[in-house]
C-alpha cells in the first residue's frame, strides 16, 4: 500500500475516527489500495462509531448502492439521519433524498424539505439547490 495508506492505517488502528474514513475513501476509490468497497464499509463503521459523522454519511451511501453491504435503505436513513444530526451536510442532502423517494423512510415532502433546508444551512449547494427545486414543488402541487 502506498504511504498514505499506511498513515491512515495507523491514524485508525490509534483509535483516530478521521484516520479510519480517509483509509475508507482509498479503499472505496482504489486509490493507493485495491478497491475494496467491503472493507471501505469497515472503515466508514469505524469512523462513523468514532464520531466522525462524513464516515456515516458514506457508509449509508453504500448500503443504498449495496457496495460491500447488503442493499439496505433502512439502515441508509439510519445512518444519515446520525451524520446529519452530527453536522455533515452530506449526510442532510442524502436523508432529503431518501424522503423524496419514499426509500428506507415513508415518503415526505416535508422532511425532504427540512433536510435539504438543513443542508443548504450546512453551507451545502447542492442542498439550497435540492431545497429550492422541492419548494417550487410543493408550491406547484394541488
Avoid: I, M, T, W
Avoid at 472503515?43 to 466522525?52: H, T
Avoid at 459523522?53 to 444519515?80: I, M, P, T
Avoid at 422532511?111 to 406547484?140: M, T
Amino acid at each position: 500500500p502506498d504511504k498514505d495508506a499506511e498513515l491512515f492505517q495507523k491514524a485508525c488502528d490509534g483509535g483516530d475516527a478521521g484516520g479510519c474514513f480517509n483509509l475508507g475513501l482509498l479503499y472505496e476509490n482504489g486509490n493507493g489500495v485495491k478497491q475494496n468497497y467491503f472493507r471501505a464499509a469497515e472503515l466508514y463503521q469505524k469512523a462513523c462509531d468514532g464520531g466522525d459523522a462524513g464516515g456515516c454519511s458514506l457508509l449509508g451511501l453504500l448500503y443504498e448502492n449495496g457496495r460491500g453491504v447488503k442493499q439496505n435503505y433502512f439502515r441508509a436513513a439510519e445512518l444519515h439521519q446520525k451524520a446529519c444530526d452530527g453536522g455533515d451536510a452530506l449526510g442532510c442532502l442524502l436523508l432529503g433524498r431518501l424522503y423524496a423517494n419514499g426509500r428506507g423512510v415513508k415518503q415526505s415532502r416535508e422532511e425532504a424539505l427540512k433536510y435539504f433546508g438543513r443542508a443548504c444551512n450546512l453551507e451545502d449547494q447542492r442542498g439550497c439547490d435540492r431545497y429550492r427545486e422541492a419548494k417550487e414543488r410543493v408550491s406547484a402541487s394541488p
